[in-house]
């Protein structure tokens, strides 16, 4: 069973701060990672695709690729009370010739506190 | 461009009824996916389809079919509705692949009683 394992949460910050999502995942051949952010009874949105170790920024969202580690990261700087929603990470993990599974994990419920 | 577009928005079943959701995407994407997602579960792959004609199994596919009617539309059926399959259904569409980013639809609420 290919997994992906989010911080449980809930994460409260208070406004302005940097927030830190983490995100482990068991298959070492996942070429493709992913962050959605989901506000409450809307559908996933994307956020940051990263494919390549190292970091990748966008705004305020910069997200942290570790191969090795088997582990992606999501900070989002100057958090906003609009930032407050539930944080999907999602991984590929099909295999072969048939990459076209993402497997996500439960989410990190975001709370940013004016 | 409308995207991911998925009826009905809501629906209340019986146990034991069947039904039909409906998904079509206008971006010329190749692969499709259902979701559904339940509380403290996540999101869970039920079918997806890579292309065009094709159609294989995800995570949690009994109790659903699937049909790939066209490039554009990819329908899940509930044959025999149960209770456990209560949740909120998302469609998925991608250029082509995991490595692709996936846009979902807005989802739709089924509850069966």
């Known amino acids: 069973q290919k997994e992906v394992e989010q911080n449980s949460g809930p994460l409260s910050v208070p406004e302005g701060a940097i927030a830190s999502l983490n995100c482990t995942y068991s298959d070492r051949g996942s070429q493709s990672f992913f962050w959605y952010r989901q506000y409450s009874g809307k559908s996933p949105e994307l956020i940051m695709s990263?494919?390549?170790?190292g970091d990748k920024e966008d705004g305020r969202f910069t997200a942290q690729l570790n191969k090795a580690s088997q582990y992606v990261s999501l900070l989002i700087r100057d958090s906003q009370p609009s930032d407050s929603a539930t944080y999907l990470c999602a991984v590929n993990t099909g295999s072969g010739g048939s990459n076209y599974k993402l497997t996500f994990g439960k989410g990190t419920l975001l709370t940013v506190n004016p | 461009n409308a995207g991911v577009t998925q009826t009905p928005k809501f629906q209340v079943l019986k146990t034991g009824q069947s039904m039909t959701l409906q998904c079509a995407q206008d971006m010329n994407h190749n692969s499709m996916y259902w979701y559904r997602q339940d509380p403290g579960m996540g999101l869970r792959l039920i079918y997806y389809s890579a292309s065009e004609g094709t159609t294989d199994k995800g995570e949690v596919p009994n109790g659903y079919n699937v049909s790939r009617l066209n490039k554009r539309e990819f329908s899940l059926r509930l044959e025999s509705a149960a209770p456990s399959q209560t949740s909120v259904y998302f469609c998925?569409?991608?250029?082509?692949?995991?490595?692709?980013?996936?846009?979902f639809g807005p989802g739709t609420r089924l509850t069966v009683l």
């Open positions: 998925a569409s991608s250029v082509a692949g995991g490595l692709e980013t996936q846009y």
């Open positions: 990263i494919y390549s170790n």
